[in-house]
């Protein structure tokens, strides 16, 4: 590979809100999405919320000539809207499911029936090994009361473990999608601080699209404007995000967004704007940085982001076994009428009024018990994703006993090995 080698990746991200039977003009928007990307010929195209099977295989036919490769991922009972379009041949694919995905008594969201997940899919693109991922996080149905908080901290958490423990053989990272997280939110936070991963819009010095980067505006017309009327200007949760590795550099030569008038005349793609990355991959020559310097736990970024992350995960463990304590209690009382109605029916009771009460009580008992069994499940969940921030959390600390800055985890390995070599 020649020393001055570069690669252009040009990469097209979208939440397509395509809901079968809800989302207006899903025809007619799809429809122009296959042309738009046709037109435009990008090396990838990642897309969320293709909710239908059925579209994606329209949509698959109408990019086949342009985007060869293609793949939708499905889990859950509808599916994890999740799919990709590729122009090079995909070497590899795989996903995961996370393991908490909101609540299946929240029927009016419907996030615990898609089974949000994140999927991967390898390319050699001019021989380097380029790791493409696309995920979609649970949704922030309020910003004052987010009851999906802890869930999606924790899979921002599952995500950043599953990059990590899948890109070891990869020259870049690749993430897109809609993390339903701001910039400065925990989840968001968590993610970059453990990946190192950068942001295409913090990153690149040519910018073009909505103001601030925002990815759904009260502009466009398919956006509930009650829902952002405290930002004005929109907000910013769908992103870019790629770090390279293994003696190569990776910028972003420009970003773009959609507008909501753009094209001109018609209604917009999605309620979400699309975003357009052109990322640069060039050598990077060896450099030698000063070494590491010392500095207060309290001060570390990565340590921040971890503590809050801990302790956000155990409100939520105490509200699950809160929640476990109080179906318990309930199942004790649906048995304890059952035992009672059935005494009584012995006993020569009204008929009548045993099978009144006999069907609720039973009723009683297997929904307190779904819910007893649903909440134990979470709190495994929690107490498992609290478990790993605590291991990362200790070798953070002994870092730090070392004189080194806390880093993410390939970081602390290599700075580990480096001193245990200086000391034979």
């Not at 390279?244 to 030569?253: E, H, M, N, Q, T």
């Not at 000063?290 to 309290?298: A, F, L, N």
């Not at 307190?368 to 953070?396: D, I, P």
Request: proline share 5%; net charge negative; with cysteine.
């Amino acid at each position: 590979m020649k020393p001055n080698f570069t690669l252009r990746l040009r990469v097209f991200n979208l939440n397509c809100w395509n809901i079968p039977y809800l989302s207006k003009h899903r025809a007619d928007r799809m429809k122009r999405l296959g042309d738009f990307l046709n037109m435009e010929s990008f090396d990838l195209a990642l897309l969320q919320e293709v909710w239908s099977e059925q579209d994606f295989e329209t949509l698959r036919q109408k990019l086949l000539p342009t985007y060869p490769a293609a793949h939708y991922f499905r889990s859950g009972l509808i599916g994890s809207g999740l799919c990709i379009f590729s122009k090079h041949p995909i070497q590899e694919l795989t996903q995961h499911v996370y393991t908490l995905n909101g609540y299946p008594y929240m029927i009016q969201h419907g996030d615990w029936f898609c089974g949000k997940a994140v999927g991967l899919l390898v390319l050699h693109l001019s021989g380097l090994v380029v790791n493409a991922y696309v995920t979609h996080l649970l949704a922030e149905y309020s910003r004052q009361k987010d009851v999906y908080l802890t869930h999606r901290v924790a899979q921002a958490w599952e995500l950043a473990q599953f990059i990590h423990h899948t890109s070891k053989r990869a020259d870049v990272v690749l993430l897109c999608g809609d993390l339903n997280s701001h910039p400065k939110d925990l989840s968001c936070r968590l993610l970059k601080e453990w990946t190192g991963l950068r942001d295409a819009f913090l990153e690149t010095r040519d910018f073009k699209g909505c103001e601030e980067g925002c990815t759904m505006v009260p502009q466009n017309c398919y956006v509930n404007k009650q829902e952002l009327e405290p930002f004005p200007s929109g907000i910013r949760i769908d992103y870019v995000l790629y770090k390279a590795v293994s003696g190569f550099y990776i910028s972003c030569k420009n970003l773009k967004t959609t507008t909501d008038h753009d094209p001109p005349g018609v209604t917009p793609l999605s309620d979400h704007e699309a975003l357009m990355a052109t990322l640069c991959v060039r050598h990077s020559p060896p450099q030698h940085g000063p070494s590491p310097t010392r500095r207060p736990v309290e001060q570390s970024p990565l340590i921040t982001v971890l503590r809050e992350a801990w302790t956000e995960l155990g409100l939520g463990l105490a509200q699950a076994h809160w929640w476990a304590t109080l179906a318990g209690y309930v199942i004790g009382l649906g048995l304890l009428l059952l035992v009672l109605l059935c005494a009584l029916a012995v006993a020569g009771g009204t008929w009548e009024v045993v099978m009144l009460l006999f069907t609720p009580s039973v009723g009683m008992v297997l929904g307190a018990g779904a819910v007893y069994f649903f909440h134990m499940q979470e709190a495994k969940g929690l107490c498992r994703v609290q478990a790993e921030l605590q291991q990362v959390l200790g070798r953070a600390r002994e870092a730090q006993d070392l004189g080194l800055e806390p880093q993410p985890v390939e970081l602390l390995g290599q700075q580990e090995g480096d001193r245990a070599e200086e000391q034979q």
